[in-house]
């Protein structure tokens, strides 16, 4: 019984790790003027689901060699995505259906300093550099190979960049480089070849 939990468990998270920046990168293709619809928002805050599962089968590969990391790093990245995220996300939502123009919700959350800052513009730029930290990580302690590193890297470099400039052809390339290893990863979970966090 334990074997078929341990096994459904490893399944689900290499599913999420597929789901999460596949529906993340979607949400991107129906931006409207750089900004998240109605369309995007949806698709966004629906990839969070998925994303503490997904930043779960990433950061397991590090939980025996770095436990302190894993544990306070995977709390920081959650936060960063999905309080983020989610934000973000239903920020372009509401924004969208209340008819509400990029420059007046700005003005607007500027007079909630702190609690704008808790929910989305402290937690957005976690996202990236804990993915940057996790793609250095996992390339100096050779959990993953170096090229999967060192593209988690770069797409966390290059991700805050697309979306300050909110040029979608970089958002798309950024999108992509931080699928590409959460897919491979999750992929091996899905198929076995990998169990996480049992990695020694």
Same mark, same amino acid.
């Given at each position: 019984?334990?074997?078929?939990?341990?096994?459904?468990?490893?399944?689900?998270?290499? @599913?999420? $790790?597929? %789901?999460?920046?596949?529906?993340?990168? /979607? !949400? #991107?293709? &129906?931006?409207?003027?750089?900004?998240?619809?109605?369309?995007?928002?949806?698709? @966004?805050? $629906?990839? %969070?689901?998925?994303?503490?599962?997904? /930043? !779960? #089968?990433? &950061?397991?590969?590090?939980?025996?060699?770095?436990?302190?990391?894993?544990?306070?790093?995977?709390?920081?990245?959650?936060?960063?995505?999905?309080?983020?995220?989610?934000? &973000?996300?239903?920020?372009?939502?509401?924004?969208?259906?209340?008819?509400?123009?990029?420059?007046?919700?700005?003005?607007?959350?500027?007079?909630?300093?702190?609690?704008?800052?808790?929910?989305?513009?402290?937690?957005?730029?976690?996202?990236?550099?804990?993915?940057?930290?996790?793609?250095?990580?996992?390339?100096?302690?050779?959990?993953?190979?170096?090229?999967?590193?060192?593209?988690?890297?770069?797409?966390?470099?290059?991700?805050?960049?697309?979306?300050?400039?909110?040029?979608?052809?970089?958002?798309?390339?950024?999108?992509?480089?931080?699928?590409?290893?959460?897919?491979?990863?999750?992929?091996?979970?899905?198929?076995?070849?990998?169990?996480?966090?049992?990695?020694?």
């Amino acid at each position: 019984m334990e074997g078929a939990t341990n096994k459904l468990q490893h399944k689900l998270l290499g @599913l999420s $790790s597929i %789901m999460a920046p596949v529906l993340f990168g /979607l !949400s #991107t293709f &129906f931006w409207r003027n750089g900004e998240y619809g109605v369309i995007a928002a949806t698709i @966004l805050a $629906s990839s %969070m689901v998925f994303w503490i599962p997904a /930043l !779960s #089968t990433l &950061f397991g590969l590090l939980k025996n060699k770095m436990p302190y990391y894993y544990s306070i790093g995977l709390f920081i990245a959650i936060y960063g995505c999905c309080m983020g995220g989610i934000g &973000f996300g239903l920020l372009g939502y509401f924004s969208t259906i209340f008819n509400i123009s990029h420059q007046t919700y700005l003005k607007t959350l500027s007079q909630y300093p702190i609690s704008s800052g808790i929910l989305l513009f402290w937690a957005g730029p976690l996202f990236p550099l804990s993915l940057l930290v996790l793609g250095i990580n996992l390339t100096i302690k050779k959990a993953v190979e170096n090229w999967l590193g060192i593209i988690l890297c770069l797409g966390a470099i290059l991700f805050p960049l697309s979306r300050i400039l909110r040029i979608e052809i970089i958002a798309h390339v950024a999108d992509l480089l931080l699928a590409i290893p959460f897919i491979v990863v999750g992929w091996r979970s899905l198929t076995g070849a990998i169990k996480i966090n049992d990695t020694k």
